[in-house]
C-alpha cells in the first residue's frame, strides 16, 4: 500500500478482540522531536509564478530563496 509516494509500514484500524497498541508515551518523543526540527520553518503559500520567480532569484542570489 502507498500513500503521497511513499509505503506505508503500518496499517492503523481497531479490532474489538486485540490489544490497544496506541501509547502517549511513544508519542510524546516524537512529537518533541517534530516540534524541535519545525521551531525555525517558514511556510509559505505561494503562487506557482511567485514560486517560480523566487526559484530564479535564489539561482543569482546566495541566501535568497528556498532552504
Avoid: C, Y
Avoid at 511556510?43 to 546566495?62: G, H, M, Q, R, T
Amino acid at each position: 500500500m502507498t500513500a503521497f509516494g511513499g509505503k506505508l509500514e503500518t496499517v492503523v484500524g481497531v479490532s474489538p478482540d486485540q490489544r490497544v497498541s496506541f501509547s502517549l508515551s511513544r508519542l510524546e518523543p516524537t512529537l518533541a522531536a517534530a516540534h524541535d526540527g519545525l521551531e525555525n520553518a517558514v511556510f509559505e503559500n505561494l503562487d506557482w509564478a511567485d514560486l517560480a520567480a523566487k526559484l530564479v532569484i535564489s539561482n543569482f542570489e546566495p541566501g535568497i530563496g528556498l532552504l
